[in-house]
């Protein structure tokens, strides 16, 4: 088998039932001796299996797939596509890739609760770790439509290069041309008091 970076060792998708539209996260875990776990969880129960170096050999001759990175394709395909479909039996699930005859079919083993639990905390450290990863590597900003307002917090302010002009606020009753002085009230015209004239 052809040796693979890390991302690729393992399978972390969501897998959206195309017969009743349940949703469940299906993982998959290569092991150094070149076996892989698979399974998938809807958070309350899990179900799993071990695949054999030799059966996952095997499934390479298949499916005519040349590394574990186009083993991994094919299972995110199957899972984003909509192609897939679980079938729940009472201790045991068959996970179906694809409606074809001729597609992966797997036979998965009900995990107790305890052991059920086991894995889904393992399962949700590995997404938090997959995601922290990501973000110091500076993934998460391609996927961020927004720029991440607090970076502007850190940075250093810009020096004014002219002139500073101080802004006064402009008062109510201020006038609009001539700041600073008074709005002056139309002349109302003269009073004069008939009672003088005598």
Request: aromatic letters at 6%; glycine letters at 6%.
């Amino acid at each position: 088998m052809d040796q693979i970076n890390p991302e690729s060792k393992s399978v972390l998708c969501t897998l959206l039932d195309k017969n009743d539209q349940s949703k469940y996260v299906f993982f998959t875990q290569k092991r150094s001796s070149g076996d892989i776990n698979m399974g998938f969880t809807n958070g309350e129960d899990v179900w799993k299996t071990h695949l054999s170096e030799e059966i996952v050999s095997q499934l390479f001759k298949k499916f005519a797939l040349k590394s574990t990175e186009d083993y991994t394709i094919k299972l995110k395909c199957a899972c984003k596509t909509g192609r897939a479909f679980v079938k729940l039996q009472e201790d045991s699930a068959v996970l179906h890739l694809g409606s074809e005859p001729t597609d992966l079919s797997l036979s998965l083993s009900k995990l107790t609760d305890s052991e059920g639990r086991t894995e889904v905390k393992e399962l949700l450290f590995k997404m938090a770790d997959s995601l922290q990863q990501q973000e110091s590597q500076g993934a998460s900003s391609s996927f961020s439509p927004v720029k991440n307002p607090q970076k502007r917090d850190f940075e250093p302010r810009k020096q004014h290069t002219g002139p500073i002009l101080a802004v006064r606020k402009r008062l109510p009753g201020d006038s609009l041309i001539n700041p600073g002085t008074k709005r002056k009230k139309p002349a109302t015209g003269v009073a004069f008091d008939d009672g003088d004239d005598e």
